[in-house]
T-cell receptor, first 111, second 112 residues
Framework: GDSVTQMEGPVTLSEEAFLTINCTYTATGYPSLFWYVQYPGEGLQLLLKATKADDKGSNKGFEATYRKETTSFHLEKGSVQVSDSAVYFCALENTGNQFYFGTGTSLTVIP | DTAVSQTPKYLVTQMGNDKSIKCEQNLGHDTMYWYKQDSKKFLKIMFS???????INETVPNRFSPKSPDKAHLNLHINSLELGDSAVYFC???????????FGQGTRLTVV
């Protein structure tokens, strides 16, 4: 069945460091891929998405490219800020019935 | 206007009680979901409804019963609450497939 494997955390970075959170997926057909962010005490917010191979999603300095050949959708940001501290979830949707989420990666950015 | 709203935000109750969590979306979406998030932040699908019809019913105890009076509402009723039901419950909605879901703020349920 469909599934998402996400880099385990927690991740701690200094401000202005480069961020990569790895995400790979297993799915039949052509799923859409998403990154969601969850700030403490809040719900999940869509960070970015990509709906087909080679699409690049981007938002707030974060980027991820849909790579069908490697079944990956890694999240990157060139320079993280303290305000980026949150839990990040990779997800896929394929059939209209449910979203499959990775286990979440907790990011802490220290000044 | 909040797109997906859940009430209550916090719920503390004793074992054995029955409780409900309400969810409403004003986005006109056809599909609504309930997800459970455990203490390790893992998200697990519980139910999925499309136009008031149950689509997904994962291996959830039958003490949990969803009800969708119309396509804008999906409520969750839980009977005979147990300690293990303590978690954060998220409602979400989406339109069509392969597009993003919008999540509510979550309901933190604590069973004591």
């Amino acid at each position: 069945g469909d599934s998402v494997t996400q880099m385990e955390g927690p991740v701690t970075l200094s401000e202005e460091a480069f961020l990569t959170i790895n995400c790979t997926y297993t799915a039949t057909g052509y799923p859409s891929l998403f990154w969601y962010v969850q700030y403490p005490g809040e719900g999940l917010q869509l960070l970015l998405k990509a709906t087909k191979a080679d699409d690049k999603g981007s938002n707030k300095g974060f980027e991820a490219t849909y790579r069908k050949e490697t079944t990956s959708f890694h999240l990157e940001k060139g320079s993280v800020q303290v305000s980026d501290s949150a839990v990040y979830f990779c997800a896929l949707e394929n059939t209209g019935n449910q979203f499959y989420f990775g286990t979440g990666t907790s990011l802490t950015v220290i000044p | 206007d909040t797109a997906v709203s859940q009430t209550p935000k916090y719920l503390v109750t004793q074992m054995g009680n029955d409780k409900s969590i309400k969810c409403e979306q004003n986005l006109g979406h056809d599909t609504m979901y309930w997800y459970k998030q455990d203490s390790k932040k893992f998200l697990k699908i519980m139910f999925s409804y499309n136009n008031k019809e149950l689509i997904i019913n994962e291996t959830v105890p039958n003490r949990f019963s969803p009800k969708s009076p119309d396509k804008a509402h999906l409520n969750l009723h839980i009977n005979s609450l147990e300690l293990g039901d303590s978690a954060v419950y998220f409602c979400a909605s989406s339109q069509d497939f392969r597009v993003e879901a919008f999540f509510g703020q979550g309901t933190r349920l604590t069973v004591v």
